[in-house]
């Protein structure tokens, strides 16, 4: 199984501030790591596919870097409706897709 | 658009079985794969399988072998997720959601359902 293991687990930041969230996966997985966020209640929402592809209707202040084992999602200049718990996902095995732990970020 | 619509919560007591439905519309059901994902409460995301609604073909977590069986019924485009032996550990909410391929981004999800286990 391909563990991810995202930090920081807890992030706590001012609005307008950036905000880093890393994934890093126990072996390589290319460029086939994804990301998500879900806020309290609801359901999770696709941010980023294949490390660095945005998707249609997410603002452009999230994006996406990494290959191989290491991965980083950027949020610009954080807004208060970030407040969210962000995942990564990976895809390479066709076994078992796995996810990362969650990173919350809360807005001070 | 595309909609995963799901069942509505249960309480279960341990040892039994529990069976969640996920009504998909908006797209052609045959098209995407559908993944079963739970989430224990204040818990992270954990994968429990995979179903082709084209085929029926499904692929299972290791934990879960054995113990979870996914089907489909493309009369009605919903797919089904049963897990039985059911313990307090299981009390989750559980998600259908689609991608495209099996190895693929997890495009849209189901509003989730609460599967409380306890006695």
């Known amino acids: 199984e391909i563990v991810l293991t995202q930090s920081p687990d807890f992030q706590s930041v001012t609005p307008k501030e950036k905000v880093t969230i890393t994934c890093r996966a126990s072996?390589?997985?290319?460029?086939?790591l994804h990301w998500y966020q879900q806020k309290p209640d609801q359901s999770p929402k696709l941010l980023i596919k294949y490390a660095s592809q945005s998707i249609s209707g997410v603002p452009s202040r999230f994006s996406g870097s990494g290959s191989g084992t290491d991965f980083t999602l950027t949020i610009n200049s954080l807004e208060a409706e970030d407040a969210a718990t962000y995942y990564c996902h990976q895809s390479s095995s066709l076994l078992e897709t796995t996810f990362g732990q969650g990173t919350k970020v809360e807005i001070k | 658009q595309v909609q995963l619509v799901q069942s509505g919560a249960e309480v279960k007591k341990p040892g039994a079985s529990v069976k969640v439905s996920c009504k998909a519309s908006g797209y052609t059901f045959t098209s995407y794969y559908m993944h079963w994902v739970r989430q224990a409460p204040g818990q992270g995301l954990e994968w429990m399988g995979i179903i082709n609604p084209s085929g029926g073909s499904t692929s299972y977590a290791q934990k879960f072998q054995g113990r979870v069986t996914m089907t489909r019924d493309t009369s009605t485009s919903t797919v089904y997720m049963e897990l039985s032996s059911l313990r307090s550990e299981d009390t989750a909410v559980y998600y259908c959601?689609?991608?495209?391929?099996?190895?693929?981004?997890?495009?849209?999800w189901g509003q989730g359902t609460l599967v409380t286990v306890s006695s």
């Open positions: 959601a689609s991608s495209l391929i099996a190895a693929a981004p997890i495009d849209y």
């Open positions: 072996q390589s997985i290319g460029s086939s």
